[in-house]
């Protein structure tokens, strides 16, 4: 069992930047895959980035230049800081992971382990 443990959403104006964190805790492996996805009402959940334990990393082309997912290890966290947002960035932000093995997927199916969701609101 996993547990995933998210922070640091808010609202924020247009061109403004925001970090979100992610801490995990339970049965963790040092080999693993976690990712960041958002989702607003009545549309599918979408994979923003993605990082496994080996340090690559993955995004979607909306947020590429903008976004950039990292990882403390020594704490157990997940990062997300996001800059340059814009209003079309407004969405539930939400934390997974997988553990004992090593790709950084954004398809939401990949992932058996999802923090609650921090609201991000940006506002023109």
């Known amino acids: 069992q996993v547990q995933l443990v998210e922070s640091g959403g808010g609202s924020v104006q247009s061109g403004g930047s925001l970090r979100l964190s992610c801490a995990a805790s339970g049965n963790t492996y040092n080999t693993y895959s976690m990712g960041w996805f958002r989702q607003v009402p009545g549309k599918e959940r979408e994979g923003v980035a993605a990082?496994?334990?080996?340090?690559?990393?993955r995004y979607a082309d909306s947020v590429k230049g903008r976004f950039t997912i990292s990882q403390d290890n020594a704490k157990s966290t997940l990062y997300l800081q996001m800059n340059s947002l814009k209003p079309e960035d407004t969405a539930m932000y939400y934390c997974?992971?997988?553990?004992?093995?090593?790709?950084?997927?954004?398809?939401?199916?990949?992932?058996?382990?999802w923090g609650q969701g921090t609201q991000v609101t940006v506002s023109s």
């Open positions: 997974a992971a997988r553990m004992g093995v090593a790709l950084p997927v954004r398809q939401r199916e990949w992932y058996n382990y």
């Open positions: 990082i496994d334990s080996t340090g690559s990393t």
